[in-house]
C-alpha cells in the first residue's frame, strides 16, 4: 500500500455544494419574498450567486478579504447586480442561509460508496477545508460521515487557508502522518493541488468539469470512483 493517510477537501469534493446550496436557497428565495423586491427569477439570481460566491471564495483563500468580509458581501453584491437595494433584508438571507444550508446533505455522486471500500482497505482518512468551522461541523455530522474520518480540519481553526503550508503542516500533525504516504484528493487545483504539491503531498485532481489547465499534478480524475484504480 503505497498511501496510508487519505486527505480529502470537502465541499465539491465530497459534499455536494451547489445542489446542496440551491435546495436551501430555492426555499429561502421564496421566505423572503426576493421575486417581490425585484429578482427576476430564482434561476438567475442563484447563477449570479454561484458565480459572486467562488469569486469570493477565491478572494478568502488568498487573504484578501476576511470571513466576515465574504458574509457580508456575496449576496449584497447579487441583490446589487439585479438592482435591488435591500441590505437587511441581503444580511437575513445570509444568515439563514448558513444556519440552514448545512443540514442538507446530498453528497457528490459515489462518494459514500467510495470512503466506505476504502475504509474497508484499511486507509486512514481525513478532512482539510476552507469552510468555516461552525457550519462544516454541522455538514460532517449531518452528512453521515463523520465516523470515516480520524481528523476534521478546517482552515479557520489554523488561521490560514489552503493552499498555505501551515493547514498541511497541521493536518499532517493531527494525523500523524508522513508526506511520501499520504495523499490530498480536492477539486480545487490550487487551493488543494498546487497547495499539497508545494509540501511534497501526492495529489488527485478531481476535475468532473474537465477543466483545462498547465498544472503538474500526480494524478487526475473525472468520477470519485477512479480514485480506486489509484490507491
Not at 147 to 163: A, T
Not at 178 to 195: F, H, P, Q, T, Y
Not at 199 to 222: A, C, L, M, S, W
Request: hydrophobic share 40%; net charge negative; proline share 2%.
Amino acid at each position: 500500500m503505497k498511501y496510508k493517510h487519505l486527505f480529502f477537501d470537502w465541499d465539491h469534493t465530497l459534499w455536494d455544494f451547489e445542489k446542496n446550496s440551491e435546495m436551501s436557497l430555492r426555499t429561502l428565495f421564496d421566505d423572503l419574498g426576493l421575486q417581490a423586491l425585484g429578482m427576476p427569477s430564482f434561476e438567475l439570481f442563484f447563477e449570479k450567486y454561484i458565480t459572486i460566491n467562488d469569486l469570493k471564495w477565491d478572494l478568502y483563500r488568498q487573504g484578501k478579504i476576511t470571513k466576515q468580509g465574504l458574509r457580508e458581501s456575496r449576496f449584497q453584491e447579487t441583490f446589487a447586480h439585479f438592482g435591488v437595494k435591500a441590505d437587511d433584508v441581503a444580511w437575513a438571507l445570509e444568515t439563514r442561509y448558513i444556519d440552514e444550508t448545512p443540514y442538507q446533505n446530498h453528497l457528490i455522486n459515489g462518494a459514500r460508496e467510495l470512503l466506505e471500500t476504502l475504509k474497508a482497505r484499511g486507509y486512514r482518512m481525513h478532512i482539510i477545508t476552507n469552510g468555516f468551522h461552525e457550519s462544516q461541523n454541522i455538514k460532517f455530522a449531518e452528512s453521515g460521515l463523520e465516523p470515516m474520518f480520524d481528523v476534521l480540519l478546517c482552515s479557520d481553526q489554523v488561521g490560514v487557508n489552503k493552499p498555505d503550508a501551515k493547514i498541511f503542516r497541521r493536518a499532517l500533525q493531527l494525523a500523524g502522518a508522513e508526506r511520501k504516504e499520504s495523499l490530498m484528493i480536492g477539486d480545487n487545483l490550487i487551493a488543494d493541488c498546487v497547495g499539497a504539491r508545494e509540501q511534497g503531498i501526492d495529489q488527485v485532481f478531481y476535475n468532473p468539469k474537465r477543466i483545462k489547465h498547465t498544472e503538474k499534478v500526480t494524478y487526475e480524475i473525472e468520477d470519485l470512483k477512479e480514485l480506486l484504480g489509484i490507491v
